[in-house]
Structures are given as structure tokens and as C-alpha cells.
């Protein structure tokens, strides 16, 4: 596991060098916190270790001491003798100790590793231009950095499977495993789902699943993104595209409050996978695989792609002239979305002042798997909570919603992305009131709605989610959005200038985060756009300790003690 | 550094400075030329000889086995200047006879010749020696859609050309010779 | 000349308007060839082959004469000419219509003018009298032919301004200053020929064309006796027929063809054709002044019979003659680069003016001492 933060630090000699390093670190971490390399295939910081692929091989060595004495040795030119151990040692299973003395780069060392890599290499295909992996290949790059660069192996390789299913989303290339463990390992340790392992001997060692059993838990994925190689594959993926071809932009998972930090990877606007995206205080390197699908809904078939006015297509400028026609003067209900980013919220919540409308927001709820996958499935129920859109904790499924139309209290509704029968809203009671719907996806309040503005998806805009721990964190743009959809920001930005005589706010992340700023009593008086863009940022929870959140204990997450509801 | 040397001009004679004589010289100079062999080639009917390692149109081959070579690594998409080249890439469903062992080829290669620099990268970067720019250099079409060779252009274009690995046959007779596993 | 008075006068216009548009034919159809020659000579300088692909459709089934003549490109003015019919009629929106129109007519017009008072061969008549073949005997002839060829200038002028566009509107410019120029030093080279030729005692128009190539039958060419004179006649002639070394207007390198720039189709041909018009009319006149008209050889007797047979020889001498000099023009124009333009003017006004000038002198001079009345 991942050597835990230690204050205490330690000298080492590094290459000749004399570093400090944490103590208990390993010494691929301690290494790699100094800039040298030490490459390792089974070793990953957040599991176990291994110790079978004997890449990281490393001289380790201690000043000599004169048993008697306690002395230290000293060479002739005065300089203390170091006691090399004998045969390299692995770095990956070796923790710092003070003094030690460590050559990453030294002959025998290459000699190591260039001996490993051409083991590795006897029964590993020249798949390369097959593999999914190539361009994200350890071996690949390996091979390129310590192999000999040419092969002396003249007899026929293994012929193994290429296609063995594991789950219903992994496909294993038997043939390309280096039999590393990760994958073993992982299933162990993260999701506690022990069905991997290896069978039979020699060159005949496989990776499959346990008799009757196969690779289905929600964390399946990270098996593929942890494999150092292209033996694991993800089915959805499969030469699909290549990953040089891929730009990632940096994002946050949608699915739960958990804010899994991710990679979102796409070639000209056309979006092919989410990876995660290492991030030790919210996900470390894992995301469930249920968030990875998550992509097919920008292109899925109940997109709103242009704006309607009473079912009707029209442009965005008079739907927007509508929405404002229809919205101006009247008793406002507003039912926002967890989904929508802080920014966002915050820009409802500004409308909702300022023409003195009434909020409703619902949660939606289902079962925490104590790991990644929160009860809580929306990103950003606590930005809902410090945009200062709502007080209460939205457990009751809109019923004071229900109630509001009930006695005929609200003229007009405005709703961002939510599903008004879904949550048992009478029907009835929506007769004769209005709908303005700004969403990305149909559903039965945008079939019935007066306007329908068209947004965009996480992937198709930037702004803030909160996660469940309070962290503040930004999603990036990914792919441009549909042609005409106008961004949510712009979108609200132009309801807010046409309905309020204040002034006006410009549709830009920076503009709304300088008014978000400027809120007396809001947690992000202290914070910029720019901290939250270098970095995660724990904002103060202390406001809302009391609220009921829902979320159970957690991979770095622990539930405040709460006073039960 | 190189040494300026500066070369003194003579003088031009009475003779050259009418530039007669130069004219005259100038004049039989050419008309010495209109009696020689003529260079022109008359191109629909005769045509030129085109050397060997001449970069014409790219095209795709199959080799001797009559297999498609290429797997659609997609290199050349990636390496070529112009963004000229487009695949689609798609997996090889198994149990094809005449397939085994080959898990991914291109379900839609183009080359779209307006773009094409003929630069020969894409063939210069083929890992399976899949697509090579071959002797054919003159392409024509009425529209720009004719223009973008499909894979089947483009096979049709390549041929057949000699292999050197049967990459295939080699991994098929490994398994039938106990490398099975 | 009693031919003439024994007809009436309709007689005599419809005569004089079928040997009008003969010549007319005659000038234009070796104009169209001169083009093809052009593009043959050219190719042939480069190495190249040329225009051999146009043809009739019967006669390239002629076994040996119809490939011969499909690889002569003898059918490629044919073909060019229907071109330039055919093509899109484009005016642009920025042209003085007007004279945009007008221009291709008044560059065409002198060069066919021209060849009014020149003089190509000779009849025999009955009685012995030798008449000359031309349409007008006018006693100026070579006065007329200098007024007249340099009206050509205007259409050029006329089609640069009236382009409003720069390249045409710089061609313009170019090509007046060049006209001005040579046109000075061309007629002062043609005074000494006719100082020579006008003796005391002979009692004809001196400025006869007719009279210049009778001067030379049997004698010596007047390119021998005035070598001088002749070369600056020649190269005042390239500069006014705009052939390289002198193509100013056009210069299609810095000019983008120059005063013809915005003009396509048939417009663009008559100036084409106008172009190679003043080439075979240059050359006929030269021809007649300098190298015996159609006489035979110098200090020869004309090998042919007195008869009507006699005259068209003669002619198809005259016409050798002239060929060759058109060849000699295309020659040139494929050899020599184009001067700059200040070379031009500074080759014109500090050059050849002066030199004609010292040249006439030298023949006032001598004529003046060779010509005292023996004391």
C-alpha cells in the first residue's frame, strides 16, 4: 500500500547524491520524488506489493561499520566504505532507512533491467500495431528505454488466447499478460471482489477468473487501466482509437457525489473513453465503471439539440425572448438540478433572488457501495447547499413543490434538467402553468414544456462540482457541444440580464466566480477560480454539519456525526 | 571566415558593348537547337519510365496469401502531413479461415488524393509494410468525392506484392507445432 | 494607268474592293500563320515538338500528307481563331466601355491600313509596261506608312487606360513612351535611302515606294549600301511591332500581358492578331526598302519571263522574303531577354536617335559631294 505521509524525513545517497526522502517511503516513490525513474511493472503505489516482475531492480548499499567499534569504515581517501549488497535488490518492496546508499543508473543495474526486459519479451507478440496499449505501453516504453533493441529469441513464440472474456466489460489477451498481478491484486484490494488469479506453471501461466465466477463488480475497469500492457482490454474500447490520437481534458465524474477525478479522452469532438485521473485524497487511481458509460449520453438519441417553443423548433434568441416573456413579473417556481455545476446554481439562485422565486431542488438517492460509487448520485448536492440555492437537505423528493401548485401559488416554472413526474409531481396541478425547461436530455416535463432551451453536457462545458467531502473541483471542457446549444452559464446569464434591471452578469466561469466572491458569508470568500483549477480545495462544511447527507463511510471519505433525522 | 573576393570586371571592347556579336551568337545558339532531338514526350501515347523507388499514389497490398495486410494501427493516419488519410478501424470476427489469428483490420481506409503530398511517410512509417506509394501517378476525377480512395480503390490500386514474413502463417504454424497454449 | 481610265467608276471600286479583302485575306492568313509559327520556332528552339494535335477529321485519314500535316499543326490557327470566337464574352464591371471596345478596332485598323500603299510585285502589261502590284501608288507611300503605323499606339494606349486596372494602365504608359521614342530614330533612318535614291535627274516621287524597289533591280541591295540605316530601321521596328527585346506593354512576366490584361475572348484576339498583322506588314516594308522588294538577287536580272508567269514568281519571291524576316522576328524574340524598361528609353533617346542622326548627316554629306554636277 501507499507509503502514508510521514513528516519524519531521512537521508539517503541517491546516484551519488544525498537527498532527503520521507521515512518508510519505498524507493521507487523515494527515487521518483528526486526525478529518477526506477521502472516497475507489478509495483503501483496504491496496492500491495509484489515483487514479481523484478524490474526495479536497483544496487543498495550501507556505510560499513567495524563490528567491534561501531566505527564507521573509511576508504583510503577518507570517505566512509559502503557495503554494496551483493545481488540488486528490488526497489519496489525496499523502504528508505537513513544513510542508505542507492544507484539506480549504474551498469549492473542496466544490465538488470536490460536482462528482465528480454524475458519479458521472449513470449510477449509483436502486437504492437494491434494493441490498444501501444502509445500507453510500459513495455512499450521499456523496451524503447532499457531493452537491447534487437532480439536473439529465434525459436516460435507462445500461441495463446486472444480473446478471452473475463466480464461482460474486460476482454483478456492471453498472449501480451506479463503476469504482473495488478489486476489480482486490485480485485482484492479495492473492490474486495477476489476473482482473478493465475493458473498453471511456466509458460503456461494464465490469468482467468475463479471457476463460475467472472470479472462483473463495477471497479472491473480499473483492471484495464492498471495493466501495464494490452493484455486487459476494455471491451467498450477495443479498437475503437488509438491513444495518440486522444486529447484529454481533465473532468469530474457526474455519476455520484463521490467526484471522481477523471480523464475524459476525445479525437475531434468525438468523445471515446473516461479514465481516471489519480487524485489520493478523493479516488486515488480508481472510478467505477458505471461512470465510464457515461459519455454515450452526449450523443444518445433523446438529446435536445435545438431550442423549442411549444414543441416547435426555433433558434435559441427567441426561445430565450420567450422564456423571458413568459417568466417576467409572474410568481416564479424554480426547480434547480444537483447536476448543474456551482456556478451555475449560483447563477439560478442570483434569478431567483432578485424576481423573488421560490426554489425546489430534488436529491437523487439510491445505494452507496462504500467506495466510489456514493447513495448521493449527483455531483453537486453541497454546491446546491453553498450557492445558497437551498437550506435544506432535499430529501423529500419535491413534495413542497407538489404542495406550492396545489394551492395555485406559483404562475410559472423554470426547471433545469429535472423529471417533474418522475418525482410525483401531480400532473394535474401543472395545467395552466407554464414550463420553461433548459436541459440536455428529453423527458416527460420537456415534452410538456412551453420552452425548451437545449444545454450542454459535463463534457461540453467547465465549471465546479463539490463532492461529498466538501472538495471544490473543476471539470474541463472536453468537446465542443452540439452546433447552436448554448452553454447553461450563457444560457442563465441572459434569463438573469432580461428579467432584473441589476446589473448584469457576464456568462464566464471568472465573472460568476468574482459575484460568488463577493456573497457576504460564503465559504468561498477566501477562494479563486485559480486555486480550485490548480487543485482540489476542502471548503468549510461546518454551515451544514447538521444536515442529513445521506453518504456512508467511503474510500477517503468518513460521514460528519450527524444528528439523525 | 570565408574570404570576399572581389573579381574585377574588364572592361566590355567597342564590339561588346553593341552587344551585336553577343546577339549573333545568341541567335545561332538557337537556331542550332531547332535541329535537335526533341525532349518532348508524347504523353497519352508513349510514357515515362518510372524508376523503381518512385512515390506515386498510395495504395494498399495484400500479400501473396492473398491477405490484407493491413491492421489499422492507424500510424499513418497519425504521421501523415497533410491529414490526408482516414480509417475507420474494426475487429476481424474470429474463426474466419482465411483470417486466423488476425484480430483487427480497417473497416474504412481513405486517402483522400486532393490532400496527398506524396510524401511516402505513410509508408515509411508502416509497421506491417501495408500500404506503399507504387508506380501509378496519374489520378483524375470529376468531383472531389471521386477523389478519396476507398479501401477498395485502394486495394484494387495496390495488389498483390511479395512478402517477406507471413507474419500469419508463421504464428498458425506455431500453434500447430506444440507452441500452443 | 489606261487600264483604269477605260472603266467606270463603280468598275473601279469593285475592283479596288475585291483586291482590298484578297489582301486583307492574304495579310490575316499569314498573320494566323505567323502565330502557328511562333508556338513551331519556339518549341523547336526549346526541344519541344509543338502544336501537332489539331487536325480536320477527313483529312487525317489521308495516308503520309495527313499525319504530316497533323505533326506541322497546320490546323492549329483554325482551331485558335473558333477558340476566341467561342469563348465567354467577359467585360469587366471597372472598364470605360467605350473606348474598352474601341481599343482592339484602332490597334487593328493601321496595321491593315498600312498595307494600302505597299507595293508586293509587278504586272506586265502587253505592251511591255510594268505595273506595280498594290492597292494605292501613292507618291507618299512611305510618309503614309510611317503616319499611319504609328497609330496603332492608341489602341494600345486606349486599352490600358480603359482597363482601369493597374497592369494594363502601366502597359499603356510603357508602350507610348516607346512608340515616341523609336518612331524618331525609324523615320530619321529612312531619310538617308531616300537621299540615296532620289538622284538629281530622276524625275519621280522620291518618297515612291515603287521607286525605292525599282532602284535596287539590278543593282545593289540598299541594306548593303546602308547597313547602318538598315539596322536601325530594324531595331526601331521591333520596338514598334512590341516584339522582344521590346515588349513593354505586354511583359508578361512583370506586366501579366500588360495592356491586354482584362481583355478575353475575341477582343483579346484582334489585338493578338493585330500584333502579328504589324510583324508581316514590318516585314514586307523592310522588304521592300532594304532588301530589293522583289527583285531577285543583287546585280541580278530577275531569272523569270516578262509575263504573267514573271509576276507571281516575283511575288512568291516578295513573300520568301518577307517570311524569312518573320522567321527572323520570331528568332530574336526566343534568343534576347527583354531589356528593363529605362534600357529602353536610354537605348532609343541617347543611342540610336543620335547615331541616325550622325548616320544622315554622313549621307547628306556624302550624297551632296557624290552628286556636284562634275566641274
Not at chain 1, 143 to 168: C, H, M, Q
Not at chain 1, 239 to 267: H, Q, Y
Not at chain 3, 250 to 261: A, Q, Y
Request: aromatic share 10%.
Amino acid at each position: 500500500m501507499i507509503s502514508k505521509k510521514n513528516s519524519k524525513v531521512v537521508p539517503i545517497v541517491l546516484d551519488g547524491k544525498e537527498v532527503e526522502v520521507p521515512e518508510g517511503m519505498n524507493l521507487v516513490d523515494a527515487a521518483a520524488l528526486h526525478g529518477k525513474e526506477i521502472p516497475h511493472y507489478c509495483y503501483h503505489p496504491q496496492l500491495s506489493v509484489a515483487g514479481n516482475c523484478r524490474m526495479c531492480l536497483i544496487e543498495m548499499g550501507t556505510p560499513m561499520r567495524n563490528r567491534e567499534t561501531g566505527e564507521a569504515i573509511l576508504d583510503d581517501d577518507g570517505s566512509p566504505r559502503i557495503g554494496w549488497v551483493p545481488k540488486p535488490v528490488i526497489g519496489c518492496a525496499t523502504n528508505v532507512s537513513p544513510g542508505m546508499h542507492v544507484k539506480t543508473e549504474s551498469e549492473k543495474v542496466l544490465g538488470c533491467r536490460e536482462g528482465v526486459m528480454e524475458f519479458l519479451l521472449v513470449n510477449h507478440p509483436l502486437d504492437c500495431p494491434i494493441c490498444d496499449q501501444a502509445g500507453e505501453c510500459r513495455l512499450q516504453e521499456f523496451a524503447t528505454d532499457y531493452g537491447r533493441g534487437y532480439s536473439r529469441f529465434v525459436e516460435r513464440k507462445n500461441v495463446k488466447p486472444k480473446r478471452t472474456r473475463l466480464g461482460p466489460r474486460v476482454t483478456l489477451d492471453d498472449e501480451r499478460c506479463i503476469l504482473c498481478s495488478r489486476c489480482i491484486r486490485f480485485c482484492q484490494e479495492v473492490p474486495k471482489d477476489d476473482v482473478l488469479g493465475f493458473v498453471d506453471r511456466g509458460s503456461f501461466s494464465t490469468l482467468t477468473c475463479f471457476p463460475g465466477r467472472e470479472l462483473d463488480n463495477n471497479y472491473s475497469l480499473n483492471t484495464v487501466d492498471l495493466c501495464p500492457v494490452g493484455a486487459l482490454t476494455s471491451s467498450d474500447f477495443r479498437f475503437k482509437m488509438r491513444v495518440w490520437f486522444l486529447k484529454d481534458a481533465d473532468s469530474i465524474c457526474p455519476e455520484s457525489s463521490a467526484g471522481c477525478n477523471t480523464t475524459v479522452s476525445s479525437r475531434e469532438g468525438e468523445l471515446y473513453r473516461i479514465t481516471p485521473r489519480r487524485n489520493d485524497l478523493v479516488n486515488d487511481s480508481w472510478m467505477p465503471d458505471s461512470g465510464r458509460e457515461l459519455y454515450k449520453s452526449v450523443k444518445s438519441n433523446n438529446r435536445i439539440l435545438s431550442s423549442r417553443i411549444d414543441q416547435n423548433p426555433c433558434t435559441a434568441d427567441e426561445a430565450i425572448i420567450e422564456s423571458i416573456r413568459l417568466l417576467e413579473g409572474k410568481k416564479i417556481g424554480i426547480v434547480g438540478s444537483c447536476k448543474s455545476s456551482l456556478e451555475e446554481q449560483f447563477l439560478l439562485n442570483q434569478i431567483s433572488l432578485k424576481t423573488n422565486a421560490v426554489n425546489f431542488i430534488r436529491g437523487h438517492f439510491e445505494e452507496d457501495d462504500g467506495i466510489l460509487l456514493s447513495a448521493d448520485r449527483t455531483p453537486n448536492l453541497r454546491g446546491a447547499l453553498i450557492s445558497g440555492f437551498t437550506q435544506n437537505y432535499p430529501k423529500d423528493n419535491l413534495v413542497s413543490l407538489s404542495q406550492a401548485l396545489d394551492q395555485n401559488q406559483l404562475d410559472v416554472l423554470l426547471v433545469i434538467d429535472e423529471d417533474l413526474e418522475a418525482a410525483q409531481v401531480d400532473i394535474a396541478n401543472l395545467e395552466g402553468v407554464p414550463i420553461v425547461f433548459i436541459g440536455t436530455h428529453t423527458n416527460s416535463t420537456s415534452n410538456r414544456a412551453s420552452v425548451v432551451l437545449p444545454s450542454l453536457t459535463t463534457f461540453e462545458k467547465s465549471g465546479t462540482f463539490v463532492n461529498r467531502s466538501f472538495y471544490a473541483q473543476v471539470f474541463r471542457q472536453a468537446v465542443p457541444g452540439p452546433a447552436g446549444v448554448l452553454p447553461d452559464l450563457s444560457l442563465l446569464s441572459r434569463l438573469h440580464n432580461g428579467l432584473t434591471e441589476d446589473e448584469e452578469i457576464s456568462p464566464d466561469q471568472n465573472s460568476v466566480w468574482k459575484v460568488m466572491n463577493n456573497v457576504s458569508g460564503s465559504v468561498l470568500k477566501e477562494i479563486s477560480l485559480t486555486d480550485v483549477r490548480k487543485d482540489a480545495v476542502l471548503l468549510d462544511s461546518s454551515k451544514w454539519s447538521d444536515l442529513p447527507f445521506v453518504e456512508s463511510k467511503a474510500l477517503h471519505f468518513e460521514p460528519a456525526t450527524k444528528v439523525e433525522a | 571566415m570565408a574570404k570576399t573576393v572581389v573579381l574585377e570586371r574588364k572592361p566590355l571592347s567597342l564590339s561588346e558593348r553593341t552587344y551585336l556579336p553577343q546577339i549573333a551568337t545568341g541567335l545561332k545558339t538557337t537556331f542550332s537547337t531547332m535541329f535537335k532531338k526533341k525532349v518532348t514526350l508524347q504523353y497519352p501515347e508513349e510514357r515515362p519510365v518510372i524508376p523503381q523507388n518512385y512515390r506515386g499514389v498510395p495504395t494498399l497490398v495484400k500479400d501473396p496469401n492473398n491477405r490484407e495486410k493491413c491492421v489499422s494501427c492507424q500510424l499513418c493516419e497519425f504521421v501523415c502531413p497533410p491529414k490526408a488519410i482516414r480509417i475507420t478501424p474494426g475487429e476481424v470476427p474470429e474463426g474466419e479461415a482465411d483470417r486466423e489469428h488476425v484480430e483487427k483490420a480497417p473497416k474504412e481506409f481513405e486517402i483522400n488524393m486532393l490532400r496527398c503530398i506524396y510524401c511516402g511517410y505513410c509508408q515509411e512509417v508502416c509497421p506491417e509494410e501495408a500500404i506503399f506509394l507504387q508506380q501509378e501517378y496519374s489520378s483524375s476525377g470529376y468531383s472531389r468525392e471521386e477523389m478519396i480512395n476507398n479501401k477498395e480503390k485502394l486495394y484494387e490500386l495496390g495488389g498483390v506484392v511479395p512478402d517477406q514474413h507471413y507474419k500469419w502463417d508463421k504464428k498458425k504454424k506455431a500453434e500447430q507445432e506444440g507452441n500452443s497454449h | 494607268m489606261e487600264l483604269w481610265n477605260s472603266l467606270e467608276l463603280w468598275q473601279i471600286v469593285a475592283i479596288k474592293v475585291m483586291f482590298s479583302l484578297m489582301m486583307i485575306g492574304a495579310v490575316m492568313t499569314m498573320a494566323g500563320y505567323s502565330v502557328l509559327a511562333e508556338r513551331k520556332v519556339s518549341a523547336w528552339m526549346q526541344g519541344r515538338v509543338g502544336p501537332n494535335r489539331t487536325v480536320l477529321p477527313f483529312i487525317e485519314h489521308i495516308p503520309l500528307i495527313g499525319p504530316f500535316l497533323k505533326g506541322l499543326g497546320i490546323f492549329q490557327p483554325l482551331a485558335d481563331g473558333l477558340k476566341f470566337l467561342f469563348k465567354e464574352e467577359i467585360v469587366p464591371g471597372h472598364v470605360n466601355k467605350v473606348y474598352y471596345y474601341l481599343a482592339p478596332i484602332i490597334a487593328l485598323v493601321p496595321a491593315l491600313t498600312t498595307m494600302t500603299v505597299l507595293p508586293f510585285g509587278e504586272f506586265f502589261t502587253d505592251t511591255g509596261d510594268r505595273i506595280p502590284l498594290m492597292l494605292a501608288d501613292l507618291e507618299v507611300g512611305i510618309l503614309f506608312i510611317l503616319a499611319v503605323s504609328s497609330l496603332g499606339v492608341y489602341g494600345i494606349v486606349l486599352a490600358g487606360w480603359s482597363s482601369n486596372s493597374k497592369y494594363p494602365f502601366l502597359g499603356g504608359i510603357r508602350s507610348s513612351a516607346q512608340m515616341i521614342s523609336y518612331e524618331l530614330a525609324m523615320g530619321l533612318s529612312l531619310l538617308p535611302i531616300f537621299l540615296w535614291v532620289s538622284k538629281p535627274g530622276i524625275d519621280v516621287a522620291a518618297l515612291s515606294l515603287v521607286e525605292i524597289v525599282h532602284s535596287q533591280n539590278q543593282s545593289m541591295w540598299l541594306v548593303f549600301v546602308q547597313p547602318l540605316s538598315a539596322l536601325i530601321f530594324m531595331i526601331a521596328l521591333f520596338a514598334e511591332t512590341n516584339r522582344l527585346p521590346f515588349d513593354m506593354p505586354e511583359s508578361e512576366t512583370d506586366l501579366v500581358g500588360g495592356f491586354h490584361t482584362e481583355y478575353g475572348s475575341f477582343k483579346f484576339g484582334i489585338f493578338f492578331v493585330a500584333e502579328y498583322a504589324h510583324i508581316v506588314i514590318g516585314s514586307a516594308i523592310f522588304t521592300t526598302i532594304f532588301l530589293g522588294g522583289w527583285h531577285f538577287l543583287p546585280w541580278m536580272a530577275d531569272p523569270w519571263p516578262s509575263t504573267w508567269i514573271g509576276s507571281i514568281l516575283g511575288v512568291v519571291w516578295f513573300l520568301a522574303k518577307t517570311i524569312g524576316l518573320i522567321f527572323f522576328f520570331i528568332w530574336v524574340r526566343w534568343t534576347l531577354p527583354r531589356f528593363r524598361y529605362d534600357q529602353v528609353m536610354s537605348l532609343g533617346w541617347t543611342k540610336l536617335l543620335p547615331l541616325a542622326l550622325v548616320n544622315l548627316l554622313f549621307y547628306v554629306i556624302l550624297v551632296t559631294w557624290l552628286d556636284q554636277p562634275a566641274s
